[in-house]
């Protein structure tokens, strides 16, 4: 009901702080004259605080200590109101002076105004404007304490941002709130106490929660690791506990934030893992002042990749993708978002249009290529067999081609997880793409050109499985299956995938590039394989909903070409360590030379021809033993 109260008019305020100092000088008086009125002449004091006001009047005026809104007042308003009294002070004392230069010392100027006066009334002052703002914020505070229903909540954190989130909760009548304590794992801050609330370790989380029965958990710590945040959010799933996180610093309104900004964690929160460490520098020596392609460039990867690669300050970048609209966006962003004297180019063309790559190859002559175009969708090309040959296979083979004609320095080719022993026809597409620029690297280089010297072009495979935040990512699916009210659709009870964020990946293609020596298929860590119907529960109970009751899971059944789980590598492959930590490179035979090209041309000339698509698998499965088909029409080709 106290939402609705009115702000008490800037004039009322006014005269409440001339009201304070007028009690404040007469108590300033009474400590002068040691406790007593007696010796003092109220006639002649009227006269002089009338004088003190009428100065105090002008500088409350110059340094506005009306302007704010008393229950909410916090260290800018003190300090406005200390301000304002010591330039009121100033003045009086110069004034003092002044007067006892020319009048000597026993006018009445300079009696009611002498030093110590000043200085007692300019204590007892800030003593009462800060107070009555204290005892009404302090009011205010006392009834939103004692409203009905308030939310007990824990605020994970004890730095700026948690401190900053309970001072928003408190501001914000409307958000019934009782901050019960916060949680941090550094021992140096455990036991103490700011604004009333005690500092636990993250060690009594539980023995906190179930003290009081806690409704509400803020993440307010922007370090917490990956899996600590999962075991809070486990607990607190288990325990009917709502989970919000405080947005990033860096969207905060001039370094605040509202509590309409405060959020119910997402999944993707959940399935980050901690942040990498990148070779910074060897990256930075490499790429400035370089010509850079990226295709794909605005897609989910390629996008990501080309905000990354700003950082290291190319000479240009070449935007190259076929889709207009999010082409046009995407150049929109970084001319408004980013100032940087790198030059972004876009460049609408499809990567299968040969003369159109040729002019980008001729024109910009780039000196780096991070191919990330693709089509993806696997049930999509299970109906489109020539398009993912067309696309993913021909595409790749002339953008090779064309890297190795005009010199480029590093090749680094974007593939998947589903590129392994695939069982559907996007992954064999992918899968010919990365035979055949292994095919390109080891006979067209390795016979000429040392694999340690800087000349010819290094041909690096990059292979990871799926990216949170894609276009048509599963977990965009359930959120909005979920908000319509469900089913959430799953395929299979047993389904699992690895996932990683965008940034991560694009970070870790990035590094693989640098890193290669050329003919390499670098493996991306993924973490734990995750189940999707784990991953579905977790999602529902993150809405606050129960599963199977609020919102249905229904099993529809796998999709033409889809597999139960994913791999990273072939069995016929070994995993290498590499320098960092999350990059492995998937040793392989180099692939044989005998008819290898021809093989590709007859391919692609079948998907330009418009062959019937059972002929077009038939040679794809050819060329990649490992494809054997599931639950798809191809499946008859495997016997």
């Given at each position: 009901?106290?939402?609705?109260?009115?702000?008490?008019?800037?004039?009322?305020?006014?005269?409440?702080?001339?009201?304070?100092?007028?009690?404040?000088?007469?108590?300033?008086?009474?400590?002068?004259?040691?406790?007593?009125?007696?010796?003092?002449?109220?006639?002649?004091?009227?006269?002089?605080?009338?004088?003190?006001?009428?100065?105090?009047?002008?500088?409350?005026?110059?340094?506005?200590?009306?302007?704010?809104?008393?229950?909410?007042?916090?260290?800018?308003?003190?300090?406005?109101?200390?301000?304002?009294?010591?330039?009121?002070?100033?003045?009086?004392?110069?004034?003092?002076?002044?007067?006892?230069?020319?009048?000597?010392?026993?006018?009445?100027?300079?009696?009611?105004?002498?030093?110590?006066?000043?200085?007692?009334?300019?204590?007892?002052?800030?003593?009462?404007?800060?107070?009555?703002?204290?005892?009404?914020?302090?009011?205010?505070?006392?009834?939103?304490?004692?409203?009905?229903?308030?939310?007990?909540?824990?605020?994970?954190?004890?730095?700026?941002?948690?401190?900053?989130?309970?001072?928003?909760?408190?501001?914000?009548?409307?958000?019934?709130?009782?901050?019960?304590?916060?949680?941090?794992?550094?021992?140096?801050?455990?036991?103490?106490?700011?604004?009333?609330?005690?500092?636990?370790?993250?060690?009594?989380?539980?023995?906190?929660?179930?003290?009081?029965?806690?409704?509400?958990?803020?993440?307010?710590?922007?370090?917490?690791?990956?899996?600590?945040?999962?075991?809070?959010?486990?607990?607190?799933?288990?325990?009917?506990?709502?989970?919000?996180?405080?947005?990033?610093?860096?969207?905060?309104?001039?370094?605040?934030?509202?509590?309409?900004?405060?959020?119910?964690?997402?999944?993707?929160?959940?399935?980050?893992?901690?942040?990498?460490?990148?070779?910074?520098?060897?990256?930075?020596?490499?790429?400035?002042?370089?010509?850079?392609?990226?295709?794909?460039?605005?897609?989910?990867?390629?996008?990501?990749?080309?905000?990354?690669?700003?950082?290291?300050?190319?000479?240009?970048?070449?935007?190259?993708?076929?889709?207009?609209?999010?082409?046009?966006?995407?150049?929109?962003?970084?001319?408004?978002?980013?100032?940087?004297?790198?030059?972004?180019?876009?460049?609408?063309?499809?990567?299968?249009?040969?003369?159109?790559?040729?002019?980008?190859?001729?024109?910009?002559?780039?000196?780096?290529?991070?191919?990330?175009?693709?089509?993806?969708?696997?049930?999509?090309?299970?109906?489109?067999?020539?398009?993912?040959v067309m696309n993913n296979t021909m595409g790749t083979k002339l953008l090779a081609d064309l890297s190795l004609k005009y010199k480029v320095k590093r090749f680094v080719y974007v593939s998947t997880d589903k590129a392994v022993n695939p069982t559907n026809v996007m992954g064999s597409s992918k899968r010919l793409a990365e035979v055949y620029i292994q095919y390109l690297h080891h006979i067209h280089l390795s016979a000429s050109v040392d694999a340690e010297s800087e000349a010819g072009t290094r041909f690096i495979i990059t292979r990871f499985g799926n990216v949170l935040g894609t276009n048509g990512s599963v977990v965009g699916i359930f959120k909005d299956q979920i908000e319509k009210g469900?089913?959430?659709?799953?395929?299979?009870?047993?389904?699992?995938?690895?996932?990683?964020?965008?940034?991560?990946?694009?970070?870790?293609?990035?590094?693989?590039?640098?890193?290669?020596?050329?003919?390499?298929?670098?493996?991306?860590?993924?973490?734990?394989?995750?189940?999707?119907?784990?991953?579905?529960?977790?999602?529902?109970?993150?809405?606050?909903?129960?599963?199977?009751?609020?919102?249905?899971?229904?099993?529809?059944?796998?999709?033409?070409?889809?597999?139960?789980?994913?791999?990273?590598?072939?069995?016929?492959?070994?995993?290498?360590?590499?320098?960092?930590?999350?990059?492995?490179?998937?040793?392989?035979?180099?692939?044989?030379?005998?008819?290898?090209?021809?093989?590709?041309?007859?391919?692609?000339?079948?998907?330009?021809?418009?062959?019937?698509?059972?002929?077009?698998?038939?040679?794809?499965?050819?060329?990649?033993?490992?494809?054997?088909?599931?639950?798809?029409?191809?499946?008859?080709?495997?016997?």
């Amino acid at each position: 009901m106290f939402k609705n109260l009115n702000i008490i008019p800037k004039w009322v305020v006014f005269l409440m702080d001339l009201l304070a100092c007028y009690f404040a000088f007469m108590a300033s008086q009474f400590l002068r004259n040691n406790l007593s009125f007696n010796g003092i002449d109220l006639h002649t004091i009227s006269g002089r605080i009338l004088f003190l006001l009428v100065i105090l009047a002008i500088n409350f005026v110059v340094f506005k200590t009306y302007d704010g809104i008393i229950r909410y007042t916090g260290l800018q308003d003190a300090l406005k109101v200390v301000y304002s009294v010591l330039a009121s002070t100033a003045i009086l004392f110069i004034i003092s002076l002044f007067a006892t230069f020319l009048l000597g010392n026993e006018t009445d100027i300079s009696v009611y105004f002498s030093a110590v006066i000043l200085i007692i009334n300019l204590l007892v002052s800030v003593l009462f404007l800060i107070g009555y703002r204290l005892l009404v914020k302090l009011f205010f505070a006392y009834l939103q304490y004692h409203k009905l229903e308030r939310k007990n909540v824990i605020i994970y954190g004890a730095g700026d941002a948690a401190f900053a989130t309970k001072r928003v909760l408190e501001h914000d009548y409307s958000s019934n709130v009782n901050v019960k304590a916060f949680i941090d794992d550094d021992v140096r801050k455990v036991g103490k106490v700011v604004d009333g609330v005690r500092i636990y370790h993250s060690k009594d989380f539980v023995q906190v929660c179930e003290a009081d029965k806690t409704d509400e958990l803020i993440m307010a710590d922007f370090t917490i690791t990956a899996a600590k945040k999962n075991e809070l959010v486990d607990y607190c799933l288990d325990h009917a506990i709502n989970v919000l996180n405080v947005p990033p610093i860096d969207t905060w309104i001039n370094g605040q934030f509202s509590t309409r900004q405060l959020r119910t964690l997402e999944i993707e929160n959940l399935l980050e893992r901690d942040a990498i460490q990148l070779s910074n520098e060897e990256l930075g020596n490499q790429l400035k002042n370089r010509k850079i392609l990226v295709t794909g460039a605005a897609g989910s990867i390629g996008s990501e990749i080309v905000r990354q690669l700003l950082k290291y300050q190319p000479l240009a970048i070449i935007l190259c993708d076929q889709a207009e609209t999010p082409l046009h966006q995407l150049e929109l962003e970084l001319a408004g978002n980013y100032k940087t004297p790198t030059r972004c180019i876009p460049f609408l063309c499809d990567i299968t249009n040969e003369a159109r790559m040729r002019e980008l190859f001729r024109k910009y002559e780039p000196e780096y290529v991070y191919h990330a175009a693709a089509y993806k969708h696997v049930p999509m090309m299970e109906i489109s067999a020539a398009e993912a040959v067309m696309n993913n296979t021909m595409g790749t083979k002339l953008l090779a081609d064309l890297s190795l004609k005009y010199k480029v320095k590093r090749f680094v080719y974007v593939s998947t997880d589903k590129a392994v022993n695939p069982t559907n026809v996007m992954g064999s597409s992918k899968r010919l793409a990365e035979v055949y620029i292994q095919y390109l690297h080891h006979i067209h280089l390795s016979a000429s050109v040392d694999a340690e010297s800087e000349a010819g072009t290094r041909f690096i495979i990059t292979r990871f499985g799926n990216v949170l935040g894609t276009n048509g990512s599963v977990v965009g699916i359930f959120k909005d299956q979920i908000e319509k009210g469900g089913p959430v659709t799953i395929t299979h009870p047993d389904i699992t995938r690895y996932f990683m964020t965008i940034p991560e990946a694009c970070q870790l293609v990035l590094e693989a590039g640098s890193m290669g020596k050329g003919g390499e298929i670098f493996v991306f860590d993924m973490g734990k394989s995750v189940s999707i119907v784990d991953l579905a529960n977790k999602m529902i109970r993150l809405y606050g909903l129960i599963p199977g009751k609020d919102i249905e899971i229904r099993f529809t059944g796998l999709r033409p070409g889809e597999k139960l789980y994913e791999e990273l590598w072939t069995g016929s492959e070994n995993l290498l360590p590499t320098h960092h930590e999350k990059i492995m490179i998937a040793s392989h035979t180099k692939p044989g030379s005998e008819n290898i090209s021809q093989a590709f041309d007859h391919l692609i000339e079948l998907a330009k021809n418009g062959v019937d698509d059972m002929l077009l698998v038939a040679k794809m499965k050819e060329l990649v033993p490992e494809f054997l088909s599931n639950n798809s029409v191809f499946e008859k080709l495997d016997n």
